[in-house]
């Protein structure tokens, strides 16, 4: 679970900067955005093995991917705007509640 949650707490940091960027309409941001899929994709596979290991649900990995969705078609549509707020909320959010189930 250690893993999970250190790796939740560097994609939040990454998106910070990530959805800085695109609010400033800055292209490096598309930089970052490759590592925070990349990262997200560790971290769904890191949930989905511990889910299964220790028959507990931490979260929907589901509504994670759904939100990643979303901020593909923002992408694929040139919203910037929505993607960033999309990570910068939803996503982040979602990290979240794998952060605090550390401390629970």
Not at 8 to 34: D, G, R, V
Not at 54 to 81: H, P, R, Y
């Amino acid at each position: 679970m250690e893993n999970i949650v250190e790796l939740a707490k560097l994609m939040q940091e990454k998106i910070n900067i990530m959805t800085e960027l695109f609010y400033q309409q800055n292209t490096n941001a598309y930089q970052y955005l490759n590592v925070i899929l990349e990262g997200l994709t560790q971290l769904i596979n890191l949930l989905v093995q511990y889910q299964a290991e220790n028959n507990e649900k931490i979260l929907d990995e589901q509504e994670l991917l759904q939100s990643i969705t979303e901020a593909f078609t923002a992408m694929q549509e040139g919203d910037n705007v929505l993607l960033a707020d999309l990570f910068s909320y939803n996503i982040k959010e979602q990290l979240q509640t794998l952060i605090d189930c550390e401390n629970k």
